[in-house]
């Protein structure tokens, strides 16, 4: 059960990626998580993705709500800036700083509570404004930090630690995402980071909002019999649609498949996903038809997981806005202030 | 039709009274209106409008006031005008009533009005504008808008305004249809002509050229904020709709399009949002101004106080961003369309815990659109919020005000930042060490340096090196470095400027914003009746010595607000550590802007109670 | 094993000492602990727990610092324990620092500790507590659990506690569950007769049994205030969680759970809602207090800071909504686990625009209960919002409290309602008709009656018949209705408790809330070093006369608080008029409860320097 | 052109309904919005819709946020008990009054800046929760109130009266009702009254969340070429899946229709909804089909509106909470104050 541990990799930690960074260079300060939090499992799927990918960390912005996921973004890239901003809102403060600079990586973090329940606005509008990020809900089903109360993403019916029995409808962010226009969406499990790392890379070299529920058990408050996001009951219920393998512009393709089992998808920059489909007649570009597969899975009890939504050519915020090619944050006095000839012309007009 | 009713002696003036146009909102008696106040303007006199209008889009009431003073006098005078162009039946008795005896009433004959429905004591004078649009005009929407220029037309004849300028701002406004321009012309004729032709010169008061307007510009302080927010360096704008401040977002949106858009490549060097809600407003900005942009949103009560809780995220996290809070009647909704000073302390003082922020207060659009560039060097500085403390009176009113001016050889000054080059030279980074003793620590953009200046920001408690930390003494280490920090604030924000009265005083008077015309002419009435005060014009928070001062030199100094509770005498009082027996609060807050007849008689009261006690 | 290390006298003392307890957060110390505070309890003898915790679920560090006292003092005594029981390596060392010189350090020293690891000022008393625990029990959450009630029969043993209650303590706890209790029993005799036998009798602080506990009840000021809601006749409560609020609501459904079904349906007299945030929490009570159901949300800082909209709303609606805020360390997120009084002016004065709200403040559980239970008689009353300002101290840790008391003759006060009987016998109904001259109108129910009494609410100006209106007038009289009705509740809060001093003195202090059993006991201490104080407790906001008489008889008055800026003595300055110089600030603010030492020290010196001066 | 006119009705003003009422008693003071604005159909609707259900005004509760569309509860039913709230917050004053009396009936009268921007999060949440009501969103992709801003469920490419085109994704109320589990979701037109007037009736009677998103256009900001809720564009684009009458359960049916061509619902409380179904296949108890037909149309630019999904058999929110039937407001002292005897023992258990 390697989704158990803390992370702790069993490769040479000291082995250097292309940019001549060691994973080591990507981790933060020991987390205060619980031991077998599954958040712990998602920063190491994160840091292992960052890595691999041979991003330079220092061009991460790593920004969260308020919650024990959104504490994470401590415990990994330390040499990246950080911002854990106030519950629920974290997706204006990245949009925000995206608007600043669009040229660092946005990595959301956020957790049920924080952005089914105080969020959801938030959420629901930075997708639909398709900012280009990578927004990652750490999926628990439980308020851990404030311990153990159900938040929004709750299944009716599910049984609290206590004993309660909730009775609201859950809200399905995967769902929400698809309607809301998001480019990239996908499921996973903290506890698979076979599929998960793969689905981070491909996010990460999404050039729009792409959206990532991972389910992430909390092993203080919902881990229980009755739950439905315990490791036990994801395992049971988990239901695959495709796996991935995210090829850079650079790399070769290697390995063959048999025709019609493997799908690759080209991304505007030249990288690849790979997807070996598991569920054949599953179509990834299909917004609507995504929808209504998720919710009739759903209807079944299935946890539909994998790479769900993919447009290879999104438009991100910044293209809407017809910003320039720098980063705004980077415009000087020259560049923005049009100076007393302009201010002449203006008074003028005013008389 | 010239109906006289047992004129009284009729008010004679040259270019000193008010005029005050009734209409139906959605009428488009607007432009009419604004076309009658430039034109005095043109003519070289003063004149300041200000609008009165309903929370609603169509049919209601709303008011076109226009205070014309050669004297130069831009406040609102008092509750009465000297001339009323009734063209609202809906408010017909209220409008009959605030004439001053004397003055005139000028209203659409078309329809007849039983003489009951008129006062002995004023000129009327009825036009049938309604009759002669429709004679002259077949499309309804035609006769609407020639209606207002008939209107005009006839003021023209009656009060002296020259046609010529008139008809210069026609063609200024229609540049290229020059059709438009043509059929303009003619009905301001139409209503002249029928004036020359029917009344023999009924209306004693005139508009004559004069020479008092100068090189001042005629501008609302919204426009103005947001010129002084380009010229401040903002890129970043996030914005909800929401009266009175949306104008200054648009008005940004319009600047930028014309000043800021990159030759070559047609793309722009600005992004704003709107946003789906003023929570994310305020994290957008405090997200860009994290990033290094310059941002700012604008917004009015409601939106202050949904930012609450970001707005401590950015005082303590230390994080520039830019408010301009446009102010109107409150509490809650309110009365949106109607001015009030009365987000002082909640900006002040905004969110829970402790807390304490810069604000500025303009007085005039000159001041909008240099606090609004101040704003963003300020904030950048002290690495906080600042509140740019506007009012509807302000923001939504052309009034006529200094043009605007920029030093071309000033920069942005983006505070203390370390730079790549700094931390590769291994000058020591920590984010919330106080190096210089001045409670402001250096920090640095995201994405700087591979290994050096990254840091967590947070809304918790840290150490100075911003590492989380529930330890007391860090918590309260930092909690007083923000405080000396607020003190380093007092000495950068602008002054308050003080007027010596022309003789000795024991009186003071501190005011602020957009009370400032109504002080300044009531000052000098005061003075002609032999009541000195000196004033003190504040125009910022926190308050520098200048205030301390000025409080210490007087027996008693008068506190002169619009709101209920006197928000700025608290402040003084808790942040000066003022004895509040010596602090008179004198406060206007029914929604209408401060008037001069106001100002004149509550101090003249007090004073006079005061000494006669 | 104990290791004698150069002891200097040893402390010595008979129930007056300081114990604390280290341990890592989610190790089940927590319940050994409690038991510990109980038992000394159950002797008789005053025991006044603390809990330290992190922000966080698991494996940091927290303390319990247990304050034992035959003379009754409840406050945090200083910085220092006289008892260290240190299970928590992480913080050894700040551990070891804060034992009194000549106090005691118990460990487990399964793990050798290297000599140099301790102090020479100290006793240090070993006991292999995990080796003991492991020896014994094979599941490892056996080993855990099992090793802290050895731990706890070893400090028996050493404090002389009496096993016999700890032992009626497990049986009451393990209701049915016998084997249980035996286990336990069987764990805390091993770990007591280890040190029967090994030691001897090392340590000289003992519990004697004694009778100063009284019918006293041990309870949090959480539990207090959500049994006062029930008491109160709340129906709805909103909540959304944030620490250290939780606890209110979760105790009230608890309590509804019990209390508030139904026999004969099974069904709940009560409806609580876990809301999606904040916002919607103060939205769902105010809806449900307008609908005529007292309703209540628990929360802190940031919670406030969200609801600032919906509080303007209703208080310019005039909506009772009971509101409990559990303040915890800010500004922002602050330190979510520690202790401040900071939201103080944030409430009085809380959202945009003029408004001024009704606080209650209570110092310990009993208070919480009563102020807890009046705060809707209050808000029905004055029709607005009531705010209960507890503190983490309070709210989150049990103490000794008077018992709780009601008076069954006592019926809800609903206020001024119209009911369709009056409507029918035709009394006249305007929602905003100051009928009764205290400010206070009548208001109806939705669906009252078919004809009568139905009227709209909003968040607008409007006029005494509820109609909208944007009248100034209008506007003007509602807004100073609002303040007469805030005056009339001057006289309706808890008044301010005075207590004078022996000897009559010159110099005040007023207080409030968690602040109170610290300054009680400084009190008695300054009185013994022959420095008399009168005190003042403020229980509520507004301020009743007594509070301004208070000031008024004292040249000095020291205002003591838990925040940075001295928030209430501002609110006294302000809304009483006080000169702030005969007020003296006093603060504390690094999260941890205010301590005895502090009060005592700072009053000292601060009497000293102005009898110097 | 009827749904142009000013709320004024053709019929007799003084027949009186079951109860004894005219049309008149459910009017309201005259409205101050714009001659034409679709927002007074609305209204007109709502009034026509309780007079013929025989309902007593005042057990209504009228409930709505801050915009055009928000002020319309002060002028129909004047003698209900009116709520003008805050902007986009009407759904939790609404849910809190419910649970304050279950026995009124709610009616929410929100727009779409009111709704699907700052209100997301609450519309949301009401709905999952099943709180007994009737939620109209007057929608008309645009802020009235305000001077013309676009709106959240302004469709992408739309034109603002200034010539802005919308670059963000559209938020379609329907779609996330039905995703979010309300039990009674309806589209319509605020210039169709035939299809509303019913719709508001069957909502009225339906004892969950009852959501209808009603186009209604502005006619000051966005009725003009490009917008693509204007009063043309919706008639041209409008699919009308059924057509409903609304039977109490005193009533008798009369008429007779083709097998097939009608479906017949009953209600809890006996009360008929008989749909006249247009478009064959459609299923209005099926919500997964619901929204993915929804979203199929929608991408080819057809507006559906009529009843689209309903649950006969709802759960509302008292359910959930196990509430006494009383409702909760009229309860005195003696239901509620346990008394000095339980607080004896609440004491005892604290030593
Ligand atoms: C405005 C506000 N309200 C409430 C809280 C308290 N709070 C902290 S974390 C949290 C819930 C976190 O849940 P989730 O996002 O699911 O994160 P998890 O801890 O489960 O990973 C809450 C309610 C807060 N910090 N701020
Ligand atoms: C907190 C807050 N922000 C902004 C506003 C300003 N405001 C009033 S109405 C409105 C938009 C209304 O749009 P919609 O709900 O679509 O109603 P419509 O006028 O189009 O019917 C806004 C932004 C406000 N009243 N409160
Ligand atoms: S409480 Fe739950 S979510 Fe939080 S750290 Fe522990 S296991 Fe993870
Ligand atoms: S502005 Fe638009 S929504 Fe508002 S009343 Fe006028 S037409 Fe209706
Ligand atoms: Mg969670
Ligand atoms: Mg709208």
């Not at chain 1, 089903?141 to 630690?161: I, N, P, R, W």
């Not at chain 2, 003073?69 to 406040?75: D, F, K, P, R």
Request: hydrophobic share 40%.
């Amino acid at each position: 059960m390697t989704f158990m541990a803390k992370p702790k990799f069993h490769h040479p930690q000291l082995q250097k990626n292309a940019l001549g960074y060691t994973r080591r260079d990507y981790e933060g300060p020991v987390s205060t998580l619980c031991a077998g939090c599954g958040h712990d499992s998602i920063s190491a799927a994160i840091i292992r993705a960052v890595y691999e990918l041979d991003l330079p960390p220092h061009r991460i912005a790593k920004l969260s709500g308020i919650g024990c996921s959104s504490k994470t973004p401590t415990y990994f890239l330390g040499a990246s800036h950080g911002f854990n901003s106030v519950h629920g809102r974290m997706p204006s403060v990245l949009t925000g700083a995206n608007l600043a600079n669009k040229d660092l990586i946005y990595l959301g973090i956020s957790g049920d509570g924080d952005s089914a329940s105080i969020g959801l606005g938030q959420f629901a509008h930075s997708v639909r404004r398709g900012v280009n990020m990578v927004y990652i809900v750490a999926n628990n089903g439980v308020y851990g930090l404030t311990k153990g109360q159900f938040s929004a993403t709750s299944d009716k019916g599910a049984k609290s630690k206590r004993g309660a029995l909730n009775k609201d409808e859950a809200i399905d962010l995967v769902g929400m995402a698809l309607q809301l226009g998001a480019t990239f969406v996908g499921r996973s499990f903290s506890g698979d980071k076979d599929q998960l790392v793969p689905l981070i890379k491909a996010a990460l070299n999404h050039k729009g909002a792409a959206f990532i529920d991972c389910l992430s058990p909390c092993v203080a408050f919902n881990n229980h019999d009755g739950s439905t996001k315990s490791f036990d009951y994801i395992r049971e219920h988990n239901e695959a649609l495709n796996s991935l393998d995210f090829i850079t512009g650079r790399q070769e393709i290697t390995v063959e498949y048999k025709p019609g089992t493997v799908e690759t998808v080209t991304q505007h920059d030249g990288s690849r996903l790979r997807l070996r489909k598991i569920a054949d007649d599953y179509d990834v570009h299909d917004r609507i038809a995504a929808l209504s597969y998720m919710q009739q899975r759903a209807a079944h009890g299935e946890i539909v997981t994998g790479l769900l939504y993919v447009d290879p050519e999104p438009q991100d915020l910044h293209a809407h806005l017809n910003t320039i090619e720098q980063p705004l944050n980077s415009l000087g006095t020259h560049a923005l202030v049009p100076g007393q000839t302009a201010l002449d012309k203006i008074n003028a007009a005013f008389r | 039709m010239l109906h006289k009713v047992n004129t009284q002696t009729k008010i004679q003036s040259i270019n000193e009274f008010v005029i005050k146009f009734a209409n139906v909102n959605g009428s488009g008696s607007a432009s009419a209106n604004a076309l009658f106040a430039k034109t005095v303007l043109r003519m070289g006199v003063v004149a300041t409008p200000r609008n009165i209008f309903p929370s609603n889009i169509q049919g209601l009431p709303t008011w076109y006031e226009v205070r014309v003073s050669e004297a130069g006098h831009l406040a609102a005078r008092g509750d009465t005008c000297d001339l009323m162009v009734a063209m609202n039946p809906q408010t017909w008795e209220q409008d009959i009533r605030s004439i001053e005896p004397g003055g005139y009433l000028f209203y659409d004959n078309t329809r007849h009005v039983a003489a009951d429905q008129f006062r002995n004591d004023i000129t009327v004078i009825g036009v049938p504008l309604t009759q002669m649009s429709n004679d002259a005009y077949e499309n309804p929407r035609q006769r609407q808008l020639f209606k207002n220029i008939i209107g005009l037309g006839a003021l023209a004849a009656l009060l002296g305004l020259d046609t010529k300028a008139i008809e210069d701002l026609f063609t200024e406004q229609f540049k290229g249809k020059e059709k438009l321009v043509a059929a303009n012309v003619q009905a301001l004729h139409m209503g002249f002509d029928w004036v020359k032709t029917h009344l023999d010169d009924p209306v004693h008061i005139k508009v004559k050229a004069a020479n008092t307007v100068g090189d001042r510009i005629f501008v609302d302080g919204n426009t103005a904020a947001s010129l002084g927010a380009v010229y401040g360096g903002a890129t970043v704008c996030a914005w909800y709709p929401i009266t009175p401040s949306s104008s200054l977002a648009e008005g940004f949106a319009n600047y930028c399009a014309k000043l800021r858009v990159d030759k070559e490549t047609d793309r722009n060097k600005f992004a704003i949002v709107q946003t789906e809600d003023e929570l994310a407003s305020i994290g957008m900005v405090i997200g860009a101004a994290w990033n290094g942009a310059r941002a700012f949103t604008a917004t009015s009560g409601p939106g202050i106080s949904l930012m609450q809780e970001f707005i401590g995220l950015a005082y303590f996290a230390e994080i520039p961003a830019v408010i301009f809070d446009v102010q109107r009647a409150g509490p809650s909704t309110g009365m949106p369309t109607r001015t009030q000073q009365s987000d002082i302390m909640t900006c002040a003082y905004a969110s829970h815990g402790d807390t304490k922020h810069v604000l500025l207060i303009p007085e005039d659009p000159y001041e909008c659109f240099e606090f609004g560039a101040l704003a963003f060097d300020l904030a950048d500085r002290l690495q906080t919020p600042v509140f740019v403390m506007l009012d509807l009176e302000i923001g939504m009113n052309e009034r006529l005000s200094k043009p605007f001016q920029w030093d071309d050889s000033r920069n942005l000054d983006r505070g203390k930042i370390m730079t790549e080059e700094d931390l590769e030279a291994g000058n020591k980074f920590g984010r919330y060490l106080d190096v210089d003793g001045d409670g402001i620590p250096f920090r640095t953009y995201p994405g700087t340096h591979p290994s050096k200046g990254a840091f967590f920001t947070r809304g918790t408690s840290k150490d100075s090196m911003a590492r989380y930390s529930e330890e007391g003494k860090d918590y309260q280490e930092n909690m007083e470095r923000l405080l000396k920090k607020h003190d380093t604030a007092r000495h950068l924000v602008p002054a308050a400027i003080e007027k010596r009265a022309e003789k000795p005083t024991r009186f003071g008077v501190i005011y602020y914003g957009s009370t400032s015309p109504a002080m300044d002419e009531a000052c000098q009435l005061l003075a002609q009746s032999g009541i000195h005060v000196d004033l003190l014009r504040v125009r910022a928070f926190p308050f520098g010595d200048e205030v301390k001062a000025f409080i210490a030199d007087h027996e008693k100094t008068f506190v002169l607000e619009q709101n209920r509770e006197g928000q700025l005498r608290s402040l003084l009082i808790n942040e000066l550590e003022i004895n509040p027996a010596i602090l008179v609060k004198i406060v206007h807050f029914d929604g209408a802007p401060i008037t001069v007849g106001f100002v004149t008689d509550v101090i003249s009261h007090k004073i006079s109670s005061l000494q006669g006690a």
